[in-house]
């Protein structure tokens, strides 16, 4: 120690100090582990592993935090970090990183023997104090020696740190600037708390010790308050607030945590040293302080997303995410940003140039308190005592973690619940089964309990709708929870909660609509200045088109708008098609049967009636009278009309076709001379009183009754096919009993061509119909079931509005078929339907999909 004395301090070079581990005559001695100033040592190197563990956040997309609450060990220490997700086999990881002094009177001969000794002893040690830990997390000690040597845990995790992130920068050499890095942090660290143990001049003490710009820190002005009362008066709804259900407690309610959102910034002493040390709370403050100044009808939320995106990697592209883990994400970053790190700024800042040892030592002894409080501790947090009993003897084991939300369970197989029913079975807790006793080392488990201790001013509360149940299914059931006044002291395990003021009122509530793996979210904001609730939703129609699109859903819609399409254009078609059909089927069989009067003559006959399907044909009429008569289907051919009277007559389908009319009266009838005169000659004939009105001819014998009766059992035909459908839908599965119906249904095409009869279209119909109605409701239910929540009901709607378009196409085109061959309806029929049930094979299968 001779030499590093007379280094740090040249006054004393000629004085020899004679030191044992642990003590020295200045209780100065650097890399003693009784020594607060050991802590510099350990500084650099805890700040290249997190480095690290930023690298990974960003990169590889795990998150993590500093000093963890909730897992204090009982003696107030806890480990260094640990990540939000899974890192590996499905645990977190947790790590603690010390740096033992590889010279040190208790390890020196092992460490000569046998170099690493003191560090794997160091992780050893580590290990037994944090042994309750690794049930749950992968805990990793990380011990590294004065003189640079690794523990065997260091070692490994070290290289899978550098293994990780090669894999995302794409550089092979991550591995060996890791170590690097971390040889020079080991050497910082030395120097650092060496320089820490040396005395100063007053002049140089006073120079160390005096705030510069050197610090790192900028102190914004406060925000004046009447500012934030004027915002508070206005009657302001925006958008982007989401939190999950959220109360506050009564009393304080006048500090609104929005408000509070927009003074933490500037009041607080915001890091700038680092790219992301202070962002999220600027971003945060901004879009709070622009929301209050009801400038705008919406904020937009891209430069604080932009901001999460650079602390975690899952935030980085727009894909969907959720909300749960963006508000732990939220609340963490907020948390570190706005702990007190002026006191670690200034340290390493001025590690290297040595500051006076009383401020050195206030700041490391400070640091871990500072850590864990910040406005969002203070604000969020709460604390729960976690006991565990045996259930062989009964041992019980507790310990108290901090919280800040509560996610609770809900009861099953209940169509709804309370709020109080969920917040009991949490405290209720469950039982551990892969647990050892440390009094009698039974294996038998032990049984968890929950007792809140002390609740937030603004508590959050997650609801877990999720379970596993051989599938992961999501639990739909309602949970009742009043908008005002929630007690919770009876929820509290404290002597004095009922005592206490436990009230909260609700003020926002975020709801998901979906599956695990995407889904859509709302939310309902209470306005607390006029206490109106407000529903905050960015779902849009064409944004939700554009997103059918998206690659992940984009050959579904694809397969979806032509099976649609085709099942569209076949159907409405047809449906058009049969009816026309029977009509002209009707009238060709009617024209058949009509009366032929040929060479006939009548004089002075009177003619009244009706007088349908019946053509003259060279006849001749002389005085005539035909009087309140109806004429259907009746053809005056190359007949001659002498002073005949027509009066009182309706008329259809009636035609005079090169005929003589001479002197003849026309009163009060529809028979137009522009309308039924083809071709004829007329002198002398005189039109009185003329029906105004349709001029147009009406198929008044083709019995509408019969229309009527075609298209009643054409939709009787579909009640069987609908329950054929709905046993099979489960069974066969829905693509292929679309694929399998429209099929069917083209090759029944084939036996339009042997329609020839009323009676054959109408039973051709019928069975139509009841094989196609099958698959067009698995193709109802396959497009309600092939999207997400948030975009079920904008693809379903886009899709039907295409399956309309295919239908009008349809019905126009088959309209055109009525009078032409019948091949042609007949394979457009085939080809259309055809070419859908083929398509139908590439759609994908929902039937054991949970939605």
């Known amino acids: 120690m001779d030499t590093s004395v007379c280094a740090s301090c040249p006054s004393q070079s000629t004085q020899r100090t004679t030191i044992t581990c642990g003590s020295c ?42 000093e963890p609450a909730g897992l204090d060990r009982g003696d107030g ?75 065997p845990s260091a070692a490994a995790l070290v290289q899978d740190l550098g293994r990780r992130i090669s894999a995302q920068t794409g550089d092979r050499r991550e591995t060996a600037w890791l170590r690097q890095r971390l040889s020079i942090a080991i050497a910082r660290g030395n120097a650092v708390s060496i320089l820490a143990t040396a005395p100063y001049t007053g002049s140089e003490a006073a120079h160390k010790t005096s705030p510069t710009a050197q610090s790192g820190f900028t102190v914004q002005p406060q925000t004046g308050q009447k500012a934030l009362q004027r915002a508070q008066e206005r009657q302001v709804v925006h958008g982007t607030a989401e939190l999950e259900v959220t109360a506050r407690r009564e009393e304080d309610q006048r500090s609104r945590p929005n408000v509070e959102f927009c003074k933490m910034a500037p009041e607080e002493e915001v890091a700038s040293g680092e790219p992301t040390h202070g962002e999220t709370v600027q971003e945060l403050a901004a879009i709070v302080k622009a929301l209050w100044s009801g400038r705008h009808k919406s904020e937009s939320l891209h430069d604080l997303k932009n901001a999460m995106g650079r602390r975690h990697a899952c935030f980085r592209d727009s894909a969907q995410q959720d909300a749960h883990k963006f508000l732990l994400c939220l609340l963490n970053s907020l948390h570190e940003e706005l702990t007190d790190v002026s006191r670690k700024q200034m340290l390493r800042e001025q590690g290297n140039d040595g500051v006076p040892e009383s401020r050195a ?28 009993r045996c259930v062989s003897c009964g041992n019980q084991s507790a310990k108290f973690e901090a919280f800040s939300h509560l996610s609770v369970p809900m009861p099953a197989r209940a169509s709804q619940c309370s709020f109080h ?39 959050i509360i997650h609801i877990q709708r999720f379970y596993n149940d051989g599938a992961w ?64 939703d960015d779902h849009q129609f064409w ?76 006849s001749t009429f002389v005085n005539c009278t035909w009087a309140d008569v109806t004429l259907n289907h009746v053809d005056f051919i190359n007949c001659n009309i002498y002073r005949s009277v027509f009066t009182d007559i309706k008329s259809s389908r009636t035609v005079f076709l090169n005929s003589t009319l001479v002197e003849n009266r026309f009163v009060d009838t529809d028979i137009y001379p522009n309308v039924r005169f ?26 509408y009754v019969d229309v009527f009766q075609e298209n ?93 378009v295919a239908g009008i196409v349809g019905t126009l085109t088959f309209g055109q078929f009525i009078d032409v061959n019948l091949a042609i309806p007949m394979l457009t029929t085939v080809a259309v339907l055809a070419l859908g049930g083929l398509a139908a094979f590439r759609l994908p299968e929902t039937k054991d999909v949970l939605i």
């Not at 460490?111 to 160091?122: F, I, Q, Y």
């Not at 490391?364 to 203070?378: K, R």
């Open 421 to 459: 029913e969920c917040i009991q079975l949490f405290v209720e807790g469950d039982t551990i089964s892969s647990w050892t006793c440390p009094e009698c080392q039974s294996s038998d488990g032990a049984t968890k309990r929950l007792d809140i201790r002390r609740l937030p001013p603004v508590l």
């Open 77 to 151: 220490k806890r480990p260094d970090g640990l990540t939000i997700f899974p890192f590996r086999d499905g645990k977190c990881l947790t790590w603690d990183v010390t740096c033992v002094d590889t010279f040190a009177d208790t390890v020196l001969v092992q460490s000569a023997l046998n170099p690493g000794t003191a560090a794997r002893l160091a992780e050893e040690r580590k290990r037994q104090r944090y042994s309750e830990l690794a049930r749950r997390y992968i805990f990793e000690p990380v011990a590294l020696e004065t003189s640079g040597v690794y523990g």
């Open 678 to 703: 083809r071709n004829c000659e007329l002198r002398n004939n005189s039109f009185q009183a003329m029906v105004p009105g349709c001029q147009l001819d009406f198929d008044y014998n083709l019995h």
């Open 543 to 618: 944004a939700g088109v554009s997103q059918l699109f998206l690659p992940s859903h984009s050959s579904t819609t694809v397969v979806l708008l032509f099976v649609w399409f085709m099942a569209a254009f076949g159907y409405y078609g047809l449906s058009i098609w049969f009816p026309e059909f029977i009509k002209m089927i009707k009238s060709r069989d009617y024209v058949t049967q009509a009366a032929y009067e040929i060479e006939a003559r009548y004089v002075n006959k009177l003619f009244n009636g009706t007088i349908a399907n019946r053509k003259y044909i060279n």
């Open 25 to 66: 005559q200045r209780r100065w001695h650097a890399l003693c582990a009784k020594v607060p100033a050991k802590k510099a040592r350990e500084l650099q190197a805890k700040r290249v592993v997190w480095h690290c563990r930023d690298c990974l956040g960003r990169g590889a997309g795990f998150p993590a935090v500093l």
């Open 712 to 804: 009643l059992i054409g939709q009787l035909s579909l009640i069987p096919g609908s329950f054929v459908s709905s046993y099979l839908l489960d069974r066969v599965g829905r693509a292929k009993m679309i694929a399998g119906s429209l099929l069917i249904s083209s090759g029944a095409g084939f036996f339009m061509w042997f329609l020839q009869t009323k009676i054959g279209v109408i039973l051709f119909e019928a069975a139509f119909n009841m094989v196609f109605i099958s698959g067009w409701n698995a193709l109802d239910v396959l497009t309600t079931e092939a999207y997400p929540t948030q975009l079920r009901t904008t693809g379903y709607g886009f899709i039907s509005s295409v399956s309309r």
């Open 473 to 536: 299914k999501k639990n739909q059931s309602s949970v009742l929870f009043p908008l005002k006044n929630l007690d919770m002291s009876p929820h509290l395990a404290t002597e004095d909660a009922h005592q206490q003021h436990h009230r909260y009122h609700l003020y926002g509530v975020v709801n998901h609509y979906g599956s695990m793996d995407s889904g859509h979210y709302t939310a309902f904001c209470r306005a607390p200045n006029t206490d109106r609730w407000h529903k905050y």
């Open 361 to 388: 030592i206030k700041l490391l002894q400070d640091d871990s308190q500072s850590s864990s409080q910040s406005p969002i501790s203070n604000l969020f947090g709460g604390q729960y005592k976690s006991t565990l």
